[in-house]
Protein backbone atom coordinates (compact mmCIF):
# COMPACT_ATOMS: atom_id res chain seq x y z
CA UNK A 1 0.00 0.00 0.00
CA UNK A 2 1.39 3.46 -0.56
CA UNK A 3 2.56 6.02 2.21
CA UNK A 4 0.69 9.22 2.51
CA UNK A 5 2.25 12.36 1.33
CA UNK A 6 4.93 14.01 3.68
CA UNK A 7 2.44 17.22 3.73
CA UNK A 8 -0.15 14.77 5.36
CA UNK A 9 2.14 13.42 7.17
CA UNK A 10 3.44 16.75 8.87
CA UNK A 11 0.10 18.34 9.38
CA UNK A 12 -1.06 14.96 11.33
CA UNK A 13 2.07 14.84 13.53
CA UNK A 14 1.54 18.64 14.36
CA UNK A 15 -2.34 18.08 15.30
CA UNK A 16 -1.02 15.12 17.69
CA UNK A 17 2.20 17.18 18.94
CA UNK A 18 0.06 19.95 19.89
CA UNK A 19 -3.19 18.53 21.21
CA UNK A 20 -3.68 18.48 24.76
CA UNK A 21 -2.41 14.65 26.34
CA UNK A 22 -5.41 12.54 27.65
CA UNK A 23 -5.71 12.97 31.20
CA UNK A 24 -6.51 9.00 31.90
CA UNK A 25 -4.26 7.18 28.87
CA UNK A 26 -2.67 4.61 31.04
CA UNK A 27 -6.04 3.64 32.44
CA UNK A 28 -7.43 3.48 28.48
CA UNK A 29 -4.44 1.61 27.34
CA UNK A 30 -4.31 -1.08 30.41
CA UNK A 31 -8.52 -1.29 29.62
CA UNK A 32 -7.66 -2.09 25.60
CA UNK A 33 -5.04 -4.64 26.29
CA UNK A 34 -6.65 -6.02 28.61
CA UNK A 35 -10.04 -6.64 26.96
CA UNK A 36 -7.95 -7.60 23.37
CA UNK A 37 -6.15 -10.23 25.56
CA UNK A 38 -9.30 -11.49 27.00
CA UNK A 39 -11.44 -11.44 23.39
CA UNK A 40 -8.54 -13.34 21.72
CA UNK A 41 -8.71 -16.17 24.23
CA UNK A 42 -9.62 -19.09 22.54
CA UNK A 43 -8.47 -17.84 19.52
CA UNK A 44 -9.27 -15.65 16.37
CA UNK A 45 -12.36 -13.87 18.06
CA UNK A 46 -13.10 -10.88 15.51
CA UNK A 47 -12.94 -7.61 17.13
CA UNK A 48 -14.02 -4.65 15.71
CA UNK A 49 -14.16 -0.88 17.23
CA UNK A 50 -16.97 1.33 16.60
CA UNK A 51 -17.09 5.02 16.60
CA UNK A 52 -19.88 7.16 17.94
CA UNK A 53 -21.62 10.57 18.24
CA UNK A 54 -20.23 13.61 17.43
CA UNK A 55 -17.25 15.39 18.38
CA UNK A 56 -16.85 18.36 19.97
CA UNK A 57 -14.43 21.57 19.09
CA UNK A 58 -13.50 24.00 22.12
CA UNK A 59 -13.09 27.28 21.19
CA UNK A 60 -11.59 27.99 24.87
CA UNK A 61 -8.90 26.00 26.90
CA UNK A 62 -10.86 26.14 29.47
CA UNK A 63 -13.89 25.36 27.59
CA UNK A 64 -17.09 26.77 27.94
CA UNK A 65 -18.57 27.48 24.56
CA UNK A 66 -17.77 24.47 21.77
CA UNK A 67 -18.79 23.61 18.22
CA UNK A 68 -20.70 20.35 17.95
CA UNK A 69 -20.81 18.01 15.41
CA UNK A 70 -24.12 16.02 15.12
CA UNK A 71 -24.89 12.40 15.63
CA UNK A 72 -27.53 11.14 18.52
CA UNK A 73 -24.72 8.06 18.58
CA UNK A 74 -28.04 5.74 17.76
CA UNK A 75 -26.59 4.12 15.04
CA UNK A 76 -23.17 2.96 16.61
CA UNK A 77 -25.27 1.75 19.73
CA UNK A 78 -27.64 -0.46 17.14
CA UNK A 79 -24.53 -1.20 14.92
CA UNK A 80 -22.79 -2.19 19.00
CA UNK A 81 -25.54 -4.84 19.60
CA UNK A 82 -25.73 -6.85 16.57
CA UNK A 83 -21.94 -6.88 16.24
CA UNK A 84 -22.49 -8.18 19.71
CA UNK A 85 -24.69 -11.09 18.19
CA UNK A 86 -22.73 -11.60 15.53
CA UNK A 87 -20.04 -12.85 18.22
CA UNK A 88 -17.76 -9.87 17.75
CA UNK A 89 -16.05 -8.33 20.68
CA UNK A 90 -16.88 -4.57 20.30
CA UNK A 91 -15.02 -1.25 21.47
CA UNK A 92 -17.37 1.19 21.46
CA UNK A 93 -15.76 4.27 21.40
CA UNK A 94 -18.41 7.12 22.19
CA UNK A 95 -19.00 10.75 22.95
CA UNK A 96 -20.20 11.44 26.52
CA UNK A 97 -23.79 11.37 26.82
CA UNK A 98 -24.90 10.27 23.89
CA UNK A 99 -26.93 6.64 23.09
CA UNK A 100 -25.82 3.82 24.71
CA UNK A 101 -25.83 -0.30 23.41
CA UNK A 102 -28.86 -2.21 24.83
CA UNK A 103 -31.11 1.34 25.68
CA UNK A 104 -33.10 2.15 22.86
CA UNK A 105 -36.43 0.08 24.47
CA UNK A 106 -36.17 2.72 27.58
CA UNK A 107 -37.76 5.92 28.19
CA UNK A 108 -35.41 9.10 27.91
CA UNK A 109 -34.73 9.29 31.36
CA UNK A 110 -34.69 6.24 32.71
CA UNK A 111 -33.51 6.68 35.60
CA UNK A 112 -36.71 8.76 36.65
CA UNK A 113 -39.02 7.32 34.98
CA UNK A 114 -38.47 3.32 35.10
CA UNK A 115 -38.65 3.61 38.92
CA UNK A 116 -41.70 3.65 41.68
CA UNK A 117 -41.48 3.74 45.47
CA UNK A 118 -44.20 1.23 46.66
CA UNK A 119 -43.00 2.09 50.65
CA UNK A 120 -39.99 4.38 51.70
CA UNK A 121 -37.53 1.35 51.81
CA UNK A 122 -38.49 -0.53 48.38
CA UNK A 123 -37.61 0.50 44.74
CA UNK A 124 -39.34 -1.33 41.98
CA UNK A 125 -39.38 -1.18 37.70
CA UNK A 126 -42.88 0.31 36.48
CA UNK A 127 -44.32 -2.64 35.44
CA UNK A 128 -44.80 -0.71 31.46
CA UNK A 129 -41.16 -0.90 31.34
CA UNK A 130 -40.25 -3.99 33.70
CA UNK A 131 -39.50 -6.20 30.16
CA UNK A 132 -37.51 -3.21 28.36
CA UNK A 133 -35.20 -2.82 31.66
CA UNK A 134 -34.61 -6.62 31.65
CA UNK A 135 -33.40 -6.61 28.79
CA UNK A 136 -31.30 -4.26 28.74
CA UNK A 137 -29.46 -4.74 32.11
CA UNK A 138 -29.05 -8.70 31.45
CA UNK A 139 -27.94 -7.99 27.73
CA UNK A 140 -25.57 -5.20 28.81
CA UNK A 141 -24.25 -7.27 31.91
CA UNK A 142 -23.68 -10.46 29.61
CA UNK A 143 -21.52 -8.50 26.94
CA UNK A 144 -19.08 -6.83 29.56
CA UNK A 145 -19.14 -10.27 31.33
CA UNK A 146 -18.11 -12.37 28.45
CA UNK A 147 -15.53 -9.54 27.02
CA UNK A 148 -17.63 -8.73 24.14
CA UNK A 149 -18.21 -4.75 25.06
CA UNK A 150 -15.48 -2.03 26.21
CA UNK A 151 -16.85 1.29 26.28
CA UNK A 152 -14.57 4.33 25.83
CA UNK A 153 -15.75 7.49 25.87
CA UNK A 154 -14.95 10.91 24.30
CA UNK A 155 -16.04 14.33 24.15
CA UNK A 156 -13.38 16.78 21.98
CA UNK A 157 -11.79 15.79 18.51
CA UNK A 158 -8.65 15.86 20.27
CA UNK A 159 -9.81 13.06 22.65
CA UNK A 160 -11.31 11.55 19.52
CA UNK A 161 -8.33 11.12 17.34
CA UNK A 162 -6.13 10.53 20.21
CA UNK A 163 -8.45 7.56 21.63
CA UNK A 164 -8.62 5.96 17.50
CA UNK A 165 -5.00 5.75 17.52
CA UNK A 166 -4.81 3.81 20.45
CA UNK A 167 -7.00 1.70 19.61
CA UNK A 168 -5.99 1.37 16.02
CA UNK A 169 -2.36 0.35 17.60
CA UNK A 170 -3.42 -2.06 20.37
CA UNK A 171 -5.46 -3.95 17.61
CA UNK A 172 -1.95 -4.21 15.08
CA UNK A 173 -1.92 -7.47 15.90
CA UNK A 174 -5.26 -9.10 15.10
CA UNK A 175 -4.87 -7.85 11.73
CA UNK A 176 -7.43 -9.10 9.35
CA UNK A 177 -10.06 -10.11 12.16
CA UNK A 178 -10.16 -6.91 12.97
CA UNK A 179 -12.57 -3.81 11.81
CA UNK A 180 -12.90 0.10 12.38
CA UNK A 181 -16.54 0.81 11.80
CA UNK A 182 -16.83 4.72 11.64
CA UNK A 183 -20.60 6.07 12.63
CA UNK A 184 -18.65 8.62 14.46
CA UNK A 185 -19.57 12.54 13.01
CA UNK A 186 -15.91 13.82 13.24
CA UNK A 187 -15.35 17.59 13.26
CA UNK A 188 -13.92 18.99 10.12
CA UNK A 189 -12.54 22.14 11.11
CA UNK A 190 -11.06 22.64 14.89
CA UNK A 191 -8.87 25.76 16.74
CA UNK A 192 -5.48 24.82 17.17
CA UNK A 193 -4.55 24.49 20.85
CA UNK A 194 -1.81 26.23 20.46
CA UNK A 195 -3.95 29.40 18.76
CA UNK A 196 -6.86 29.27 21.34
CA UNK A 197 -7.28 31.26 23.92
CA UNK A 198 -7.30 30.11 27.75
CA UNK A 199 -10.04 31.96 29.39
CA UNK A 200 -13.92 32.48 28.64
CA UNK A 201 -14.29 34.59 25.30
CA UNK A 202 -14.96 37.93 26.10
CA UNK A 203 -18.47 38.96 24.96
CA UNK A 204 -19.79 42.77 24.33
CA UNK A 205 -17.06 43.80 22.13
CA UNK A 206 -18.87 42.70 18.80
CA UNK A 207 -19.02 40.15 16.42
CA UNK A 208 -16.93 37.34 17.30
CA UNK A 209 -13.87 35.93 14.40
CA UNK A 210 -12.67 32.42 14.69
CA UNK A 211 -10.23 30.95 11.83
CA UNK A 212 -10.97 27.45 12.12
CA UNK A 213 -7.82 25.21 10.23
CA UNK A 214 -8.97 21.71 8.67
CA UNK A 215 -8.59 18.54 10.89
CA UNK A 216 -6.33 16.71 9.22
CA UNK A 217 -7.44 13.64 7.33
CA UNK A 218 -6.63 10.46 10.12
CA UNK A 219 -8.70 7.64 7.67
CA UNK A 220 -5.79 7.95 5.42
CA UNK A 221 -3.06 7.12 7.96
CA UNK A 222 -5.46 4.64 9.60
CA UNK A 223 -5.42 2.85 6.60
CA UNK A 224 -1.74 2.82 5.73
CA UNK A 225 0.00 3.09 9.07
CA UNK A 226 -2.02 2.32 12.32
CA UNK A 227 -3.86 -0.60 11.05
CA UNK A 228 -3.26 -1.26 7.37
CA UNK A 229 -4.83 -5.30 7.62
CA UNK A 230 -8.06 -4.12 9.42
CA UNK A 231 -11.40 -4.02 7.43
CA UNK A 232 -12.10 -0.79 7.63
CA UNK A 233 -15.50 0.83 7.21
CA UNK A 234 -16.14 4.83 7.21
CA UNK A 235 -19.39 6.63 7.04
CA UNK A 236 -21.01 9.84 4.82
CA UNK A 237 -23.49 11.57 6.17
CA UNK A 238 -25.00 14.16 3.37
CA UNK A 239 -27.97 16.77 3.64
CA UNK A 240 -28.67 16.92 -0.45
CA UNK A 241 -28.91 13.79 -1.34
CA UNK A 242 -28.03 14.74 -4.65
CA UNK A 243 -24.40 14.46 -4.13
CA UNK A 244 -23.86 11.58 -1.35
CA UNK A 245 -23.21 8.71 -3.69
CA UNK A 246 -20.79 10.65 -5.38
CA UNK A 247 -19.36 11.99 -2.25
CA UNK A 248 -18.84 8.55 -1.01
CA UNK A 249 -17.65 6.97 -3.62
CA UNK A 250 -14.67 9.63 -4.03
CA UNK A 251 -13.88 8.52 -0.30
CA UNK A 252 -14.14 5.02 -1.08
CA UNK A 253 -11.05 5.66 -3.56
CA UNK A 254 -9.14 8.86 -1.65
CA UNK A 255 -9.22 6.25 1.66
CA UNK A 256 -9.39 3.15 -0.03
CA UNK A 257 -11.52 2.15 2.91
CA UNK A 258 -13.31 -1.49 2.26
CA UNK A 259 -16.86 0.46 1.89
CA UNK A 260 -18.55 3.69 2.74
CA UNK A 261 -21.64 3.72 4.38
CA UNK A 262 -23.42 6.40 2.71
CA UNK A 263 -26.98 8.14 4.23
CA UNK A 264 -29.24 11.13 4.20
CA UNK A 265 -29.75 12.87 7.47
CA UNK A 266 -33.62 13.08 6.84
CA UNK A 267 -33.69 9.41 6.00
CA UNK A 268 -30.79 7.60 7.75
CA UNK A 269 -33.27 5.40 9.94
CA UNK A 270 -34.62 4.25 7.04
CA UNK A 271 -32.03 3.91 4.42
CA UNK A 272 -28.33 3.52 3.47
CA UNK A 273 -26.37 3.06 0.24
CA UNK A 274 -23.17 0.23 1.17
CA UNK A 275 -20.78 1.95 -1.34
CA UNK A 276 -17.93 -0.35 -2.11
CA UNK A 277 -15.92 -1.65 -5.51
CA UNK A 278 -18.49 -4.45 -5.70
CA UNK A 279 -21.42 -2.09 -6.52
CA UNK A 280 -23.83 0.20 -4.92
CA UNK A 281 -26.62 -1.41 -1.90
CA UNK A 282 -29.44 -0.10 -0.62
CA UNK A 283 -30.18 -1.61 2.93
CA UNK A 284 -33.38 -0.84 4.80
CA UNK A 285 -35.22 -2.55 7.32
CA UNK A 286 -37.79 -5.02 6.56
CA UNK A 287 -41.08 -3.92 5.88
CA UNK A 288 -42.94 -6.33 7.03
CA UNK A 289 -40.90 -6.99 10.91
CA UNK A 290 -42.30 -3.98 12.75
CA UNK A 291 -39.59 -3.92 15.31
CA UNK A 292 -36.58 -3.95 12.58
CA UNK A 293 -33.92 -1.12 11.85
CA UNK A 294 -31.77 -1.30 9.64
CA UNK A 295 -28.73 -1.69 11.52
CA UNK A 296 -29.88 -5.35 11.44
CA UNK A 297 -29.71 -5.48 7.84
CA UNK A 298 -26.40 -3.40 7.26
CA UNK A 299 -24.85 -5.63 9.81
CA UNK A 300 -25.72 -8.99 8.46
CA UNK A 301 -23.69 -7.61 5.28
CA UNK A 302 -20.73 -6.00 6.67
CA UNK A 303 -20.27 -8.99 8.87
CA UNK A 304 -20.07 -11.46 5.69
CA UNK A 305 -17.93 -9.11 3.43
CA UNK A 306 -15.61 -8.87 6.27
CA UNK A 307 -15.94 -12.86 6.68
CA UNK A 308 -14.97 -12.83 2.87
CA UNK A 309 -12.16 -10.34 3.33
CA UNK A 310 -10.76 -12.66 6.57
CA UNK A 311 -11.01 -15.86 3.79
CA UNK A 312 -9.24 -13.63 0.91
CA UNK A 313 -6.42 -12.44 3.56
CA UNK A 314 -5.56 -15.91 4.27
CA UNK A 315 -5.06 -17.22 0.45
O1 LIG B 1 -25.89 9.03 15.41
P1 LIG B 1 -27.12 9.04 14.56
O2 LIG B 1 -27.81 7.70 14.56
O3 LIG B 1 -28.05 10.16 14.92
O4 LIG B 1 -26.66 9.35 13.06
C1 LIG B 1 -25.72 8.50 12.45
C2 LIG B 1 -24.78 9.29 11.53
C3 LIG B 1 -25.59 10.03 10.50
C4 LIG B 1 -23.97 10.30 12.34
C5 LIG B 1 -23.83 8.25 10.85
O5 LIG B 1 -24.58 7.31 10.14
C6 LIG B 1 -22.83 8.92 9.91
O6 LIG B 1 -23.08 9.14 8.76
N1 LIG B 1 -21.62 9.25 10.43
C7 LIG B 1 -20.59 9.95 9.67
C8 LIG B 1 -20.92 11.41 9.57
C9 LIG B 1 -19.95 12.17 8.69
O7 LIG B 1 -20.03 12.14 7.45
O8 LIG B 1 -19.07 12.81 9.28
Request: net charge neutral.
Amino acid sequence: MSSIPGLVEDEISSFFESSPPLKNMEEIVEKLNGFIDSSSQGGGRRIVCVTSGGTTVPLEQRCVRYIDNFSSGNRGAASTENFVKAGYAVIFLYRRGTCQPYCRSLPDDPFLECFEFPDKTNIQVHASHLEAVKMAVMDQQAAVAEARLLKLPFSTIYEYLQMLRLIAMALKDVGPCSMFYLAAAVSDFYVPWNSMTEHKIESGSGPLDIRLAQVPKMLSILRTNWAPKAFCISFKLETDSKILIEKATKALRKYKVHAVVANELSTRKEEVVVVSSNGNVVVRCDPDKPESIVEDNLIRLIVDRHSTYIKESHT
